[in-house]
């Protein structure tokens, strides 16, 4: 069992940049590979980016490839996902989530979902 915690999320213009971060208030993500999803209103939850345990395996999905980085500090038990240029389509509920069940880009694969953390890029 594991709980996480977002935070980070503001409101920013497009084009700027914020720092998301992620701990585990319950459990461990030691060993296992950590994700971030986004939900926007009214839509599915999607993708975004995923790290493995040695900072390898690292995905990220087209939409925010080459603006955002995921970074992991191990002995922090932590997870960041730096988000530059960013867009209003970008808006969203941020979440990040364990690879309880693997790896990839499903989010039943995922557990530890917690509360997220909302971005909203103006324009």
């Known amino acids: 069992q594991v709980q996480l915690v977002e935070s980070g999320g503001g409101l920013v213009q497009a084009g700027g940049s914020l720092t998301l971060s992620c701990t585990a208030s319950?459990?461990?993500?030691?060993?296992?590979?950590m994700a971030w999803f986004r939900q926007a209103p009214g839509k599915e939850r999607e993708f975004v980016a995923h790290i493995g345990w040695t900072n390898t395996a690292i995905d990220y999905s087209d939409a925010v490839r080459g603006r955002f980085t995921i970074s992991r500090d191990n002995a922090k038990m932590t997870v960041s996902l730096q988000m530059n240029s960013l867009k209003p389509e970008d808006t969203a509920t941020y979440y990040c989530?364990?690879?309880?069940?693997?790896?990839?880009?499903?989010?039943?694969?995922?557990?530890?979902w917690g509360q997220g953390t909302q971005v909203i890029v103006s324009s």
């Open positions: 319950e459990g461990t993500i030691k060993d296992y590979t």
């Open positions: 989530a364990r690879g309880r069940y693997g790896r990839g880009r499903f989010a039943n694969l995922y557990d530890g």
